[in-house]
Protein backbone atom coordinates (compact mmCIF):
# COMPACT_ATOMS: atom_id res chain seq x y z
CA UNK A 1 0.00 0.00 0.00
CA UNK A 2 1.15 3.48 -1.10
CA UNK A 3 2.05 5.40 2.27
CA UNK A 4 0.52 8.58 2.18
CA UNK A 5 2.07 11.94 1.20
CA UNK A 6 3.37 14.66 4.02
CA UNK A 7 1.81 17.34 2.95
CA UNK A 8 2.53 19.79 6.15
CA UNK A 9 5.72 19.56 6.20
CA UNK A 10 5.98 20.46 2.11
CA UNK A 11 3.41 23.44 1.99
CA UNK A 12 3.91 26.68 3.95
CA UNK A 13 0.90 26.92 6.42
CA UNK A 14 -2.63 28.89 5.92
CA UNK A 15 -2.84 32.67 5.75
CA UNK A 16 -4.44 34.39 8.51
CA UNK A 17 -6.31 36.32 6.30
CA UNK A 18 -6.81 35.63 2.49
CA UNK A 19 -5.42 38.13 0.20
CA UNK A 20 -7.06 41.74 -0.49
CA UNK A 21 -9.93 41.05 -3.38
CA UNK A 22 -9.27 37.25 -3.35
CA UNK A 23 -12.69 36.34 -2.40
CA UNK A 24 -14.81 38.82 -3.91
CA UNK A 25 -12.75 38.13 -7.14
CA UNK A 26 -13.03 34.40 -6.95
CA UNK A 27 -17.12 34.80 -6.60
CA UNK A 28 -17.11 37.08 -9.60
CA UNK A 29 -15.36 34.63 -11.89
CA UNK A 30 -17.97 32.03 -10.23
CA UNK A 31 -20.78 34.03 -10.50
CA UNK A 32 -19.78 34.70 -14.30
CA UNK A 33 -19.11 31.05 -14.95
CA UNK A 34 -22.41 29.76 -13.42
CA UNK A 35 -24.45 33.08 -15.47
CA UNK A 36 -23.28 31.40 -18.21
CA UNK A 37 -24.28 27.83 -17.92
CA UNK A 38 -27.72 28.79 -16.54
CA UNK A 39 -28.59 30.35 -19.89
CA UNK A 40 -28.49 27.60 -21.91
CA UNK A 41 -30.42 24.97 -19.17
CA UNK A 42 -33.84 26.14 -20.41
CA UNK A 43 -32.87 25.72 -24.62
CA UNK A 44 -30.14 22.11 -24.27
CA UNK A 45 -33.04 19.98 -25.29
CA UNK A 46 -34.65 22.19 -27.50
CA UNK A 47 -31.62 22.32 -29.05
CA UNK A 48 -31.74 18.65 -29.44
CA UNK A 49 -35.06 18.35 -30.53
CA UNK A 50 -34.78 20.90 -33.36
CA UNK A 51 -32.34 18.25 -35.19
CA UNK A 52 -35.03 15.67 -34.61
CA UNK A 53 -32.91 14.12 -31.57
CA UNK A 54 -35.22 11.42 -29.76
CA UNK A 55 -35.96 11.52 -26.35
CA UNK A 56 -32.96 9.64 -25.24
CA UNK A 57 -30.44 11.46 -27.38
CA UNK A 58 -31.82 14.72 -25.30
CA UNK A 59 -30.46 12.85 -22.38
CA UNK A 60 -27.29 12.24 -24.09
CA UNK A 61 -26.79 15.83 -24.05
CA UNK A 62 -26.53 16.09 -20.45
CA UNK A 63 -24.99 12.84 -19.95
CA UNK A 64 -21.97 13.36 -22.53
CA UNK A 65 -21.07 16.58 -20.33
CA UNK A 66 -21.10 15.05 -16.92
CA UNK A 67 -18.89 12.34 -17.68
CA UNK A 68 -16.40 14.37 -19.75
CA UNK A 69 -16.34 16.13 -16.40
CA UNK A 70 -15.97 13.25 -14.31
CA UNK A 71 -12.93 11.80 -16.52
CA UNK A 72 -11.39 15.68 -16.81
CA UNK A 73 -11.99 17.53 -13.09
CA UNK A 74 -9.30 14.88 -11.49
CA UNK A 75 -6.85 15.94 -14.27
CA UNK A 76 -7.41 19.32 -13.88
CA UNK A 77 -7.05 19.32 -10.43
CA UNK A 78 -3.52 17.70 -10.22
CA UNK A 79 -3.04 20.16 -13.12
CA UNK A 80 -3.62 22.94 -10.64
CA UNK A 81 -2.05 21.65 -8.33
CA UNK A 82 1.83 21.19 -10.45
CA UNK A 83 1.13 24.66 -12.43
CA UNK A 84 -1.51 27.01 -10.43
CA UNK A 85 -4.72 27.19 -9.72
CA UNK A 86 -4.78 30.58 -11.65
CA UNK A 87 -3.84 28.89 -15.25
CA UNK A 88 -6.11 25.99 -15.04
CA UNK A 89 -8.92 28.34 -14.47
CA UNK A 90 -7.85 30.45 -17.41
CA UNK A 91 -8.31 27.33 -19.53
CA UNK A 92 -11.41 25.91 -18.33
CA UNK A 93 -12.97 29.33 -18.97
CA UNK A 94 -11.92 29.66 -22.12
CA UNK A 95 -12.77 26.12 -22.78
CA UNK A 96 -16.23 27.17 -22.06
CA UNK A 97 -15.85 29.90 -24.56
CA UNK A 98 -15.30 28.00 -27.15
CA UNK A 99 -17.82 24.98 -26.55
CA UNK A 100 -20.27 27.79 -25.99
CA UNK A 101 -19.17 29.41 -29.14
CA UNK A 102 -19.57 25.66 -30.87
CA UNK A 103 -23.15 25.38 -29.66
CA UNK A 104 -24.05 29.08 -31.09
CA UNK A 105 -22.83 28.07 -34.18
CA UNK A 106 -25.20 25.03 -34.33
CA UNK A 107 -27.97 26.51 -33.29
CA UNK A 108 -27.62 29.80 -35.67
CA UNK A 109 -29.27 28.20 -38.82
CA UNK A 110 -31.14 25.18 -40.08
CA UNK A 111 -29.17 22.10 -41.69
CA UNK A 112 -29.94 20.70 -44.58
CA UNK A 113 -28.27 17.13 -42.49
CA UNK A 114 -30.33 17.49 -38.93
CA UNK A 115 -27.77 14.98 -37.81
CA UNK A 116 -24.53 18.07 -38.56
CA UNK A 117 -25.90 20.13 -36.24
CA UNK A 118 -26.91 17.76 -33.43
CA UNK A 119 -23.50 16.87 -33.68
CA UNK A 120 -22.42 20.14 -33.21
CA UNK A 121 -24.44 20.47 -29.81
CA UNK A 122 -22.65 17.28 -28.50
CA UNK A 123 -19.14 18.54 -29.77
CA UNK A 124 -20.44 21.68 -27.59
CA UNK A 125 -20.88 19.97 -24.36
CA UNK A 126 -17.81 17.27 -24.74
CA UNK A 127 -15.51 20.82 -25.04
CA UNK A 128 -17.49 23.14 -22.02
CA UNK A 129 -17.31 19.19 -20.07
CA UNK A 130 -13.98 18.82 -20.77
CA UNK A 131 -12.37 21.94 -19.84
CA UNK A 132 -14.99 22.27 -16.99
CA UNK A 133 -12.66 22.39 -13.50
CA UNK A 134 -14.07 25.79 -12.87
CA UNK A 135 -15.97 25.22 -9.72
CA UNK A 136 -13.31 22.20 -8.38
CA UNK A 137 -10.36 24.75 -8.84
CA UNK A 138 -12.61 27.58 -7.31
CA UNK A 139 -13.13 25.58 -4.33
CA UNK A 140 -9.40 24.61 -4.21
CA UNK A 141 -8.43 28.50 -4.14
CA UNK A 142 -10.68 29.19 -1.17
CA UNK A 143 -8.93 26.57 0.36
CA UNK A 144 -5.72 27.74 -0.01
CA UNK A 145 -5.93 31.59 0.32
CA UNK A 146 -8.37 31.23 4.20
CA UNK A 147 -7.60 29.98 7.12
CA UNK A 148 -9.47 26.80 8.36
CA UNK A 149 -11.93 28.79 10.54
CA UNK A 150 -13.06 31.31 7.97
CA UNK A 151 -13.16 28.55 5.27
CA UNK A 152 -16.55 27.99 5.33
CA UNK A 153 -17.53 31.51 4.54
CA UNK A 154 -15.58 31.57 1.78
CA UNK A 155 -17.24 28.19 0.36
CA UNK A 156 -20.57 29.84 1.28
CA UNK A 157 -19.24 32.57 -1.43
CA UNK A 158 -19.59 30.01 -4.49
CA UNK A 159 -23.06 28.30 -2.64
CA UNK A 160 -24.51 31.95 -3.10
CA UNK A 161 -22.52 32.66 -6.66
CA UNK A 162 -24.68 29.09 -7.78
CA UNK A 163 -27.94 30.23 -6.45
CA UNK A 164 -27.27 34.12 -8.19
CA UNK A 165 -26.38 31.81 -11.38
CA UNK A 166 -28.97 29.30 -11.60
CA UNK A 167 -31.97 31.84 -10.36
CA UNK A 168 -30.83 34.54 -12.82
CA UNK A 169 -29.34 32.70 -15.96
CA UNK A 170 -32.34 30.10 -16.88
CA UNK A 171 -34.86 33.38 -17.17
CA UNK A 172 -32.35 35.37 -19.24
CA UNK A 173 -31.72 32.56 -21.04
CA UNK A 174 -35.21 31.76 -21.90
CA UNK A 175 -35.73 35.30 -22.60
CA UNK A 176 -32.61 35.56 -25.19
CA UNK A 177 -34.01 32.12 -27.02
CA UNK A 178 -37.47 33.81 -27.55
CA UNK A 179 -35.65 36.29 -29.82
CA UNK A 180 -33.14 33.87 -31.25
CA UNK A 181 -32.19 30.03 -30.77
CA UNK A 182 -28.25 31.39 -30.72
CA UNK A 183 -27.99 34.14 -28.56
CA UNK A 184 -28.06 31.95 -24.69
CA UNK A 185 -24.96 30.19 -26.03
CA UNK A 186 -23.75 33.84 -27.28
CA UNK A 187 -24.68 35.35 -23.84
CA UNK A 188 -23.12 32.10 -22.03
CA UNK A 189 -19.66 32.53 -24.14
CA UNK A 190 -19.68 36.03 -22.90
CA UNK A 191 -19.90 35.46 -19.68
CA UNK A 192 -16.74 33.06 -19.57
CA UNK A 193 -14.82 35.15 -21.98
CA UNK A 194 -15.65 37.77 -19.02
CA UNK A 195 -14.66 35.29 -16.20
CA UNK A 196 -11.63 34.65 -18.32
CA UNK A 197 -10.64 38.46 -18.46
CA UNK A 198 -11.25 38.71 -14.34
CA UNK A 199 -8.94 35.65 -13.94
CA UNK A 200 -6.33 37.27 -15.83
CA UNK A 201 -6.40 40.50 -14.45
CA UNK A 202 -7.95 40.25 -11.11
CA UNK A 203 -6.82 36.74 -9.52
CA UNK A 204 -3.14 36.37 -7.95
CA UNK A 205 -1.94 32.57 -7.47
CA UNK A 206 -1.95 31.74 -3.99
CA UNK A 207 1.28 31.28 -2.04
CA UNK A 208 0.07 27.45 -1.02
CA UNK A 209 -1.74 24.61 -2.14
CA UNK A 210 -4.45 23.22 0.44
CA UNK A 211 -3.67 19.47 1.93
CA UNK A 212 -7.23 18.82 1.72
CA UNK A 213 -7.83 19.43 -2.01
CA UNK A 214 -4.75 17.67 -3.33
CA UNK A 215 -5.88 14.59 -1.22
CA UNK A 216 -9.62 14.78 -2.84
CA UNK A 217 -7.34 14.59 -6.21
CA UNK A 218 -4.79 12.11 -5.31
CA UNK A 219 -7.44 9.80 -4.06
CA UNK A 220 -8.26 9.60 -7.45
CA UNK A 221 -4.59 7.81 -8.30
CA UNK A 222 -4.28 5.84 -5.46
CA UNK A 223 -7.91 3.58 -4.61
CA UNK A 224 -5.88 1.99 -1.46
CA UNK A 225 -7.45 5.33 0.11
CA UNK A 226 -10.79 4.10 -0.03
CA UNK A 227 -10.45 1.27 1.70
CA UNK A 228 -10.83 2.88 5.00
CA UNK A 229 -13.64 4.51 4.18
CA UNK A 230 -15.16 1.11 2.75
CA UNK A 231 -15.09 -0.47 6.24
CA UNK A 232 -17.13 2.36 7.32
CA UNK A 233 -20.69 1.00 6.85
CA UNK A 234 -22.52 3.98 8.21
CA UNK A 235 -20.39 6.10 5.83
CA UNK A 236 -21.01 4.17 2.83
CA UNK A 237 -25.35 4.04 3.12
CA UNK A 238 -24.88 8.15 3.51
CA UNK A 239 -22.62 7.88 0.16
CA UNK A 240 -24.98 5.81 -1.51
CA UNK A 241 -28.10 8.06 -0.23
CA UNK A 242 -26.07 10.67 -1.99
CA UNK A 243 -25.48 9.05 -5.04
CA UNK A 244 -29.45 7.69 -5.50
CA UNK A 245 -30.30 11.29 -4.53
CA UNK A 246 -28.53 12.82 -6.72
CA UNK A 247 -29.23 10.66 -9.77
CA UNK A 248 -33.18 11.13 -8.71
CA UNK A 249 -32.73 14.75 -8.98
CA UNK A 250 -30.97 14.69 -12.51
CA UNK A 251 -33.92 12.45 -13.84
CA UNK A 252 -36.11 15.19 -13.17
CA UNK A 253 -33.78 17.71 -14.22
CA UNK A 254 -32.67 16.26 -17.84
CA UNK A 255 -36.70 15.71 -18.57
CA UNK A 256 -38.30 18.85 -16.87
CA UNK A 257 -38.34 20.63 -20.33
CA UNK A 258 -39.12 18.28 -22.99
CA UNK A 259 -42.59 17.57 -20.04
CA UNK A 260 -43.27 20.70 -20.36
CA UNK A 261 -43.12 21.38 -23.83
CA UNK A 262 -45.31 18.01 -24.47
CA UNK A 263 -47.51 18.63 -21.99
CA UNK A 264 -48.51 22.19 -21.77
CA UNK A 265 -46.48 23.40 -25.40
CA UNK A 266 -44.19 25.49 -22.77
CA UNK A 267 -40.73 26.50 -24.76
CA UNK A 268 -37.50 28.45 -23.68
CA UNK A 269 -39.27 31.58 -22.18
CA UNK A 270 -41.58 29.24 -20.02
CA UNK A 271 -39.22 26.79 -18.84
CA UNK A 272 -36.59 29.43 -17.59
CA UNK A 273 -38.95 30.79 -15.92
CA UNK A 274 -39.62 27.79 -13.88
CA UNK A 275 -36.25 27.08 -13.76
CA UNK A 276 -35.59 30.37 -12.10
CA UNK A 277 -38.61 30.06 -9.80
CA UNK A 278 -36.36 26.91 -8.56
CA UNK A 279 -33.12 28.83 -7.71
CA UNK A 280 -34.99 31.77 -5.66
CA UNK A 281 -36.36 28.88 -3.74
CA UNK A 282 -32.35 27.69 -3.87
CA UNK A 283 -31.14 31.04 -2.76
CA UNK A 284 -33.47 31.40 -0.02
CA UNK A 285 -33.45 28.18 1.45
CA UNK A 286 -29.83 27.41 1.47
CA UNK A 287 -29.24 31.15 2.29
CA UNK A 288 -31.26 32.14 5.37
CA UNK A 289 -33.55 28.77 6.11
CA UNK A 290 -31.00 25.75 6.46
CA UNK A 291 -28.74 27.48 9.45
CA UNK A 292 -31.92 28.04 11.77
CA UNK A 293 -33.48 24.50 10.55
CA UNK A 294 -30.12 23.04 11.11
CA UNK A 295 -29.99 24.45 14.84
CA UNK A 296 -33.26 24.08 15.53
CA UNK A 297 -33.52 20.32 14.67
CA UNK A 298 -29.98 19.01 13.68
CA UNK A 299 -29.51 17.51 10.54
CA UNK A 300 -30.85 13.86 10.30
CA UNK A 301 -34.60 15.21 10.09
CA UNK A 302 -33.47 17.25 7.47
CA UNK A 303 -31.63 14.51 5.11
CA UNK A 304 -35.36 11.96 6.33
CA UNK A 305 -37.62 15.51 5.28
CA UNK A 306 -35.92 16.54 2.06
CA UNK A 307 -36.90 13.67 0.08
CA UNK A 308 -40.09 13.00 1.27
CA UNK A 309 -40.75 16.34 0.14
CA UNK A 310 -38.88 15.76 -3.19
CA UNK A 311 -40.77 12.17 -3.36
CA UNK A 312 -44.41 14.06 -3.13
CA UNK A 313 -42.83 16.95 -6.25
CA UNK A 314 -42.38 13.78 -8.58
CA UNK A 315 -46.15 12.22 -7.58
CA UNK A 316 -47.63 15.77 -8.19
CA UNK A 317 -45.79 16.01 -11.95
CA UNK A 318 -46.65 11.97 -12.14
CA UNK A 319 -50.44 13.15 -11.75
CA UNK A 320 -50.08 15.88 -14.48
CA UNK A 321 -48.89 13.86 -16.92
CA UNK A 322 -51.29 10.98 -16.78
CA UNK A 323 -54.30 13.39 -15.66
CA UNK A 324 -54.24 15.17 -19.82
CA UNK A 325 -58.02 16.94 -18.13
CA UNK A 326 -56.14 19.33 -15.82
CA UNK A 327 -55.55 22.30 -17.44
CA UNK A 328 -53.08 24.83 -18.36
CA UNK A 329 -53.82 27.20 -15.85
CA UNK A 330 -54.23 24.38 -12.62
CA UNK A 331 -51.59 22.20 -14.30
CA UNK A 332 -49.19 25.18 -14.25
CA UNK A 333 -50.12 25.93 -10.11
CA UNK A 334 -49.68 22.30 -9.76
CA UNK A 335 -45.91 22.41 -11.47
CA UNK A 336 -45.08 25.62 -9.46
CA UNK A 337 -46.46 23.98 -5.82
CA UNK A 338 -44.01 20.38 -7.03
CA UNK A 339 -41.48 23.14 -8.07
CA UNK A 340 -40.74 24.25 -4.94
CA UNK A 341 -40.88 20.95 -3.06
CA UNK A 342 -38.80 20.01 -5.19
CA UNK A 343 -36.06 22.81 -5.01
CA UNK A 344 -36.32 22.97 -0.73
CA UNK A 345 -35.94 19.26 -0.29
CA UNK A 346 -33.35 19.55 -2.39
CA UNK A 347 -31.57 22.37 -0.80
CA UNK A 348 -32.50 21.27 3.15
CA UNK A 349 -30.99 17.73 2.14
CA UNK A 350 -27.90 18.37 0.09
CA UNK A 351 -26.22 20.34 3.45
CA UNK A 352 -27.36 18.57 5.84
CA UNK A 353 -26.10 15.26 4.12
CA UNK A 354 -22.68 16.84 3.31
CA UNK A 355 -22.68 17.54 7.14
CA UNK A 356 -23.53 13.63 8.21
CA UNK A 357 -20.60 12.76 5.73
CA UNK A 358 -17.98 14.91 6.98
CA UNK A 359 -18.65 13.86 10.98
CA UNK A 360 -18.63 10.03 10.11
CA UNK A 361 -15.85 10.56 7.83
CA UNK A 362 -12.33 9.88 9.54
CA UNK A 363 -10.83 13.15 10.47
CA UNK A 364 -7.72 12.33 8.37
CA UNK A 365 -9.41 11.13 5.44
CA UNK A 366 -11.81 14.21 4.60
CA UNK A 367 -10.37 15.15 1.55
CA UNK A 368 -10.55 11.55 -0.23
CA UNK A 369 -13.84 11.42 1.34
CA UNK A 370 -15.14 14.06 -0.38
CA UNK A 371 -13.31 13.44 -4.10
CA UNK A 372 -15.43 10.23 -3.84
CA UNK A 373 -18.85 12.23 -2.54
CA UNK A 374 -18.16 14.16 -5.80
CA UNK A 375 -17.08 11.69 -8.33
CA UNK A 376 -20.37 9.41 -7.20
CA UNK A 377 -22.34 12.43 -7.68
CA UNK A 378 -20.80 13.14 -11.43
CA UNK A 379 -21.46 9.22 -12.12
CA UNK A 380 -25.16 9.63 -10.84
CA UNK A 381 -24.93 12.81 -13.30
CA UNK A 382 -23.96 10.63 -16.15
CA UNK A 383 -26.14 7.20 -15.19
CA UNK A 384 -29.83 9.58 -15.10
CA UNK A 385 -30.33 11.32 -17.71
CA UNK A 386 -29.88 8.30 -19.75
CA UNK A 387 -31.91 6.31 -17.51
CA UNK A 388 -34.82 9.08 -16.93
CA UNK A 389 -35.38 9.77 -20.98
CA UNK A 390 -35.00 5.91 -21.52
CA UNK A 391 -37.87 6.11 -19.47
CA UNK A 392 -39.70 9.07 -20.91
CA UNK A 393 -39.32 7.35 -24.56
CA UNK A 394 -42.46 4.59 -22.90
CA UNK A 395 -44.39 7.48 -21.25
CA UNK A 396 -43.38 11.04 -19.64
CA UNK A 397 -44.19 9.95 -16.59
CA UNK A 398 -41.89 7.40 -16.50
CA UNK A 399 -38.62 9.58 -15.02
CA UNK A 400 -40.58 11.34 -12.50
CA UNK A 401 -42.22 7.77 -11.18
CA UNK A 402 -38.91 6.37 -10.58
CA UNK A 403 -37.29 9.43 -9.42
CA UNK A 404 -40.20 9.43 -6.75
CA UNK A 405 -39.74 6.02 -6.01
CA UNK A 406 -35.92 6.53 -4.87
CA UNK A 407 -36.36 9.29 -3.04
CA UNK A 408 -39.29 7.57 -0.91
CA UNK A 409 -36.83 4.63 -0.72
CA UNK A 410 -34.00 7.07 0.21
CA UNK A 411 -36.06 8.98 2.96
CA UNK A 412 -37.22 5.19 4.33
CA UNK A 413 -33.19 4.13 4.39
CA UNK A 414 -32.18 7.06 6.35
CA UNK A 415 -34.62 6.92 9.07
CA UNK A 416 -33.16 3.25 9.17
CA UNK A 417 -29.98 4.37 9.10
CA UNK A 418 -30.45 6.51 11.72
CA UNK A 419 -31.59 4.23 13.73
CA UNK A 420 -28.31 1.72 13.13
CA UNK A 421 -26.02 4.57 13.46
CA UNK A 422 -27.20 5.67 17.33
CA UNK A 423 -24.67 6.02 19.52
CA UNK A 424 -22.49 5.87 16.50
CA UNK A 425 -22.86 8.78 14.66
CA UNK A 426 -22.69 12.59 15.85
CA UNK A 427 -26.20 12.53 17.37
CA UNK A 428 -28.29 15.29 15.89
CA UNK A 429 -28.36 18.89 17.62
CA UNK A 430 -31.71 18.63 18.85
CA UNK A 431 -30.75 15.06 20.50
CA UNK A 432 -27.34 17.03 22.65
Request: proline residues 6%.
Given at each position: ??????????S??????????????????????????????????????????????????????S?????????????????????????????SV?????L???????????L??????Y?????????G?????????????T?????????????????????I????????????????????????????????????????????????Q??????????????????????G?????M???????A?F?????D?F???E??????????????????????????K??????????G??????????????????????????????????????????????????????A???????????????????????????????????????????????????????????????????????
Amino acid sequence: MTEPLDYESASPQPPLEPPKGALLAIFLIVLSDLMGFGLIIPALPFYARAFHASDLQVGLIFSIYSLCQLVATPVLGLASDRFGRRPVLIFSQLGSVIGYLTLAVATARRWANPLAGLLLVYASRVIDGASGGNISTAQAYISDVTPPQSRAKGMGMLGAAFGIGFSIGPGVGGVLAHFHPSLPALGAAAFSLAAAVMSIVRLVEPARHSRDVEEQQLAWIHPARFVPILRNPSLVQLLGISFVSMAAFVMMEATFAIFMNDRFGFRELAVGGFFALAGITIIIVQGGLIGKLTKRFGEWPLVIAGPMMVACAMGLYTVIGWNWSIGVGSGVAIVMIAGLFNATGRSIQTPALSALVSQTADPRLQGTTFGLFHMLGSLARVLGPIVATALYTKHMTGPFWLAGSMMLAVGTWTVALRGQAAGKLVPARGER
